[in-house]
């Protein structure tokens, strides 16, 4: 007679699974009942995964719609790139032109835009290749210096090649930054004269460089990446994603927010390229000489504006780095609850802190 009734309830069926086979006289429906019930479910998990992975994208919320339908778009080699513009000063013809970071995009800007319209004659803001409202091709290999060109097509086609440009960066905007400075001063064909150049919290420094968990997985999973890309949900991307950690215990984003950095992941099946678009991770790595070569080097005005409690990029370790090796630099930390994203952790220190620098020359 078997231990257990031959309809084993879900807590025993490990039981069953390791135990009866050495009692198959005794127990053989007890076996078949289990894997018959394992089969079922099964069966049913099929469907409910399948439209899990073709969930439709969330709707665009009324403000992130406006940002959208307020912007522009141009081609660069057959892909549609969203920008905004924003005219300010009358009388100015300083020009300010802004890079977003991973996995966001222009919207990044929101905080300070009408602070900034306030001081310059032209503000500009696009989504990168494979962020925000641009297209998102796939397959297809994002690399840094792609996204400098779109850039540096962006500029030529607002008839912007013989304007000098003020650049704030931040996070993945840092690099395409530091390659756009590399190409103006070694005079490369299309590159952009740049005025200034102010960077925030960005991984400049591949050893002081400290991914999140998830990026980590998705550069380096090979083609298990896909299925990690499909599988990535609001819940996952706002809780389990790291992403809440990145942003300071007294900063963080409304859950209208969080929806908002989502909504524009999501859009154009975004979340499907996460894995190719960081490879710039290895790409900071292998071209390291480059990018902060022309940083130590460069005669272009330089700051830095940094959100200490960022574990990305940690204090006092990478501001240390930064310092020792751009010594021309200006540098402004700003409080110490701000983490990596401080143009919307503090977007009022961090407008003081920008304007200061661009004022100084």
């Given at each position: 007679m078997c231990l257990y009734q031959c309809t084993p309830p879900l807590g025993n069926f490990f039981?069953?699974?390791?135990?009866?086979?050495?009692?198959?006289?005794?127990?053989?429906?007890a076996r078949r009942a289990s894997r018959e019930w394992w089969l079922y479910v099964a069966l049913l998990c099929v469907p409910l995964l399948a439209v899990y992975l073709h969930i439709p994208p969330p709707q665009l919320s009324p403000a992130l719609n406006s940002w959208r339908t307020s912007g522009?778009?141009?081609?660069?080699?057959?892909?549609?790139?969203?920008?905004?513009?924003s005219f300010g000063v009358v009388g100015s013809s300083d020009v300010l032109l802004l890079l977003h970071g991973f996995p966001t995009s222009s919207y990044d800007?929101?905080?300070?835009?009408?602070?900034?319209?306030?001081?310059?004659?032209?503000v500009i803001a696009l989504?990168?290749?494979?962020?925000?409202?641009?297209?998102?091709?796939?397959?297809?290999?994002?690399?840094?210096?792609?996204?400098?060109?779109?850039?540096?097509?962006?500029?030529?086609?607002?008839?912007?090649s013989e304007q000098r440009i003020n650049i704030l960066s931040h996070?993945?905007?840092?690099?395409?930054?530091?390659?756009?400075?590399?190409?103006?001063?070694?005079?490369?064909?299309?590159?952009?004269?740049?005025?200034?150049?102010?960077?925030?919290?960005g991984g400049i420094f591949p050893e002081t460089h400290y991914p999140r968990f998830l990026q980590k997985v998705l550069k380096d999973s090979g083609f298990i990446s896909p299925v990690f890309t499909r599988l990535i949900n609001?819940?996952?991307?706002?809780?389990?994603?790291?992403?809440?950690?990145?942003?300071?215990?007294?900063t963080q984003p409304t859950e209208a927010e969080f929806w908002d950095m989502w909504t524009g992941i999501r859009f154009n099946d975004g979340n499907l390229v996460m894995d190719s678009i960081l490879q710039y991770i290895n790409q900071r790595l292998k071209h390291r000489e480059?990018?902060?070569?022309?940083?130590?080097?460069t005669s272009t005005p330089l700051h830095m504006i940094y959100g200490p409690l960022d574990p990305v990029n940690p204090h006092p370790e990478f501001i240390q780095l930064y310092q020792k090796l751009v010594q021309r630099s200006t540098?402004?930390?700003?409080?110490e609850h701000v983490s990596h994203y401080p143009q919307l952790e503090d977007p009022t220190g961090f407008f003081n802190a920008y304007l200061s620098f661009i004022n100084s020359f």
């Amino acid at each position: 007679m078997c231990l257990y009734q031959c309809t084993p309830p879900l807590g025993n069926f490990f039981f069953y699974l390791f135990l009866t086979p050495f009692k198959p006289h005794e127990c053989g429906s007890a076996r078949r009942a289990s894997r018959e019930w394992w089969l079922y479910v099964a069966l049913l998990c099929v469907p409910l995964l399948a439209v899990y992975l073709h969930i439709p994208p969330p709707q665009l919320s009324p403000a992130l719609n406006s940002w959208r339908t307020s912007g522009h778009f141009f081609t660069f080699r057959g892909n549609n790139i969203f920008y905004k513009e924003s005219f300010g000063v009358v009388g100015s013809s300083d020009v300010l032109l802004l890079l977003h970071g991973f996995p966001t995009s222009s919207y990044d800007w929101y905080k300070i835009w009408d602070s900034l319209t306030q001081r310059f004659n032209r503000v500009i803001a696009l989504d990168f290749l494979g962020f925000g409202f641009s297209h998102k091709p796939r397959p297809h290999r994002y690399s840094i210096f792609e996204q400098a060109s779109v850039v540096e097509a962006l500029v030529t086609h607002l008839g912007l090649s013989e304007q000098r440009i003020n650049i704030l960066s931040h996070d993945y905007g840092d690099t395409v930054a530091l390659e756009l400075l590399y190409r103006s001063d070694h005079n490369r064909s299309g590159h952009i004269t740049i005025n200034s150049l102010c960077l925030s919290n960005g991984g400049i420094f591949p050893e002081t460089h400290y991914p999140r968990f998830l990026q980590k997985v998705l550069k380096d999973s090979g083609f298990i990446s896909p299925v990690f890309t499909r599988l990535i949900n609001f819940q996952l991307f706002s809780r389990g994603c790291d992403l809440k950690d990145v942003f300071g215990p007294y900063t963080q984003p409304t859950e209208a927010e969080f929806w908002d950095m989502w909504t524009g992941i999501r859009f154009n099946d975004g979340n499907l390229v996460m894995d190719s678009i960081l490879q710039y991770i290895n790409q900071r790595l292998k071209h390291r000489e480059r990018w902060v070569g022309t940083l130590t080097s460069t005669s272009t005005p330089l700051h830095m504006i940094y959100g200490p409690l960022d574990p990305v990029n940690p204090h006092p370790e990478f501001i240390q780095l930064y310092q020792k090796l751009v010594q021309r630099s200006t540098v402004s930390v700003l409080d110490e609850h701000v983490s990596h994203y401080p143009q919307l952790e503090d977007p009022t220190g961090f407008f003081n802190a920008y304007l200061s620098f661009i004022n100084s020359f």
